[in-house]
């Protein structure tokens, strides 16, 4: 690899050279007034240590990053427009918080090996084997937008081996039941995949008010891919039914100006999860974790410390 982690923080790319809206969730308040700390910049923190590698797994060789230490395992799953290199704000927090925090990229995805056109693996077994090849028993799942189908998916296969699962911006592709389906059609226009990621995937306000962490968030997302990243199937037929299965604390999480999922299309999937808890992020687009990282990361840690600290295997 010609340019890692490491060297992409201290390389100024995510070295403090540009800040990020504070935000706010409040799951509960129905009020209408924002905080007025919304877009109230937030530097890129320092990193915590971690090691790198590149895990030789069934079919492929994906690239890692591990913070190592003996707390609950937590494992953060990128978006496609990313990479393991998309959870700077992230990774610090939950390692302080008191968490072993790994992120990997999925086949054709920065220093990951490409998918192989004729055969894509499955990505929630790359996960499954990822793990077994860590030493990793139990975990939590930290998803943000395509990599919550991959969580979705290991959720219902392993529902065993998760502390908690939690789904940012998740729009599910897969997902086979026509009421989603059509839901979907409406929200995803003809030619919106024509449109720049950064349109797609960052919302209005963050664009406006954060200029600097916008060319930051485009310099990650045009180094995330490797190669054909195309063809992963699933393990289990997504629908209704084997959702209704998962039996791990679940929380979803959705940006009230998502273009891609909305809340009341990640709401039609969290009413089919068991127990599932939902928390919306006001003025804010696809990307929860990189447009309000501070409130993403005291959602996510709070439910994590409900969830991934009970006693048991890890």
């Known amino acids: 690899m010609d340019f890692s982690r490491r060297q992409l923080f201290r390389a100024g790319v995510l070295g403090g050279g540009f800040v990020v809206g504070a935000g706010f969730m409040n799951a509960t308040s129905a009020r209408a007034a924002l905080p007025e700390n919304l877009f109230t910049p937030v530097p890129m923190p320092p990193q ?16 890692y990053w591990d913070t190592g230490g003996v707390g609950p395992v937590v494992v953060l799953m990128h978006p496609v427009s990313g990479s393991a290199l998309m959870w700077g704000y992230q990774q610090p927090a939950l390692v302080a918080a008191g968490y072993r925090v790994i992120a990997y990229s999925r086949r054709g995805h920065f220093g990951s090996d490409p998918a192989d056109k004729a055969d894509g693996g499955v990505a929630s077994e790359d996960l499954a ?52 389906t059509e839901v979907a059609r409406r929200v995803i226009p003809r030619g919106f995949d024509d449109t720049p990621p950064e349109f797609r995937e ?113």
Not at 48 to 63: D, H, I, M, Q
């Open 48 to 63: 915590a240590p971690a090691k790198e590698g590149l895990a030789n797994l069934p079919g492929t060789r994906l690239f």
């Open 129 to 180: 084997n990822l793990m077994n090849f860590l030493g990793v028993g139990k975990f939590a799942l930290v998803a943000a937008a395509a990599g919550c189908s991959v969580t979705l998916d290991f959720a219902i296969s392993h529902s065993d081996r998760l502390h908690a699962a939690i789904f940012s911006g998740g729009s599910f592709s897969g997902l086979a039941e026509a009421d989603y």
């Open 202 to 314: 960052l919302g209005p306000s963050y664009r406006a008010a954060n200029p600097d962490g916008l060319r930051a968030w485009i310099e990650l997302e045009h180094r995330a891919v490797s190669g054909n990243r195309l063809g992963a199937g699933n393990a289990n037929v997504i629908n209704w039914s084997s959702i209704a299965r998962i039996a791990t604390p679940t929380l979803f999480m959705a940006g009230a100006a998502d273009l891609y999922a909305p809340p009341a299309q990640m709401r039609m999937v969290a009413a089919h999860v068991p127990g599932a808890e939902m928390a919306i992020f006001p003025e804010c687009g696809h990307s929860l974790h990189w447009e309000q990282p501070e409130a993403f990361n005291r959602t996510v840690i709070g439910f994590l410390d409900r969830h991934a600290r009970s006693p048991g295997p890890r």
